[in-house]
């Protein structure tokens, strides 16, 4: 049973940081890509980064490019979102997402999380 676990959610000052990781377990994910999404109230769900699990391609949406970093651990099967300068607008439920393809989009993730609430206060 596949199973995407998040963690390290909170509420922290525009400004500063937090790092939310995705515990995997399951199955082999090594051919898999991990991806990171986020949903605020009233809001679709967006994309925020993915990385492949071999090797180290990844990919952001511009908002946050230059203050996220995704990362794996892959003997943990972990997969981390390090938020640098944060701000209110990033404040979501964050959720963690795998798929089987080299470039998913949003529908086209195999599973996902429950998610870790991140809220950013003003």
């Known amino acids: 049973q596949v199973q995407l676990v998040e963690s390290g959610g909170g509420l922290v000052q525009a400004g500063g940081s937090l790092r939310p990781s995705c515990a995997a377990s399951g199955r082999t994910f090594s051919a898999y890509t991990m991806g990171w999404f986020r949903q605020a109230p009233g809001k679709e769900r967006e994309f925020v980064a993915r990385?492949?699990?071999?090797?180290?391609?990844?990919y952001y949406r511009d908002s946050v490019k230059g203050r996220f970093t995704i990362s794996k651990d892959n003997a943990k099967n972990t997969v981390y979102l390090q938020m640098n300068s944060l701000k209110p607008e990033d404040t979501a439920v964050y959720y963690c997402?795998?798929?089987?393809?080299?470039?998913?989009?949003?529908?086209?993730?195999?599973?996902w999380g429950q998610g870790t609430q991140v809220t950013v206060s003003s």
């Open positions: 997402a795998a798929s089987r393809r080299l470039r998913p989009t949003k529908n086209e993730y195999d599973y």
């Open positions: 990385i492949r699990w071999s090797g180290d391609s990844t």
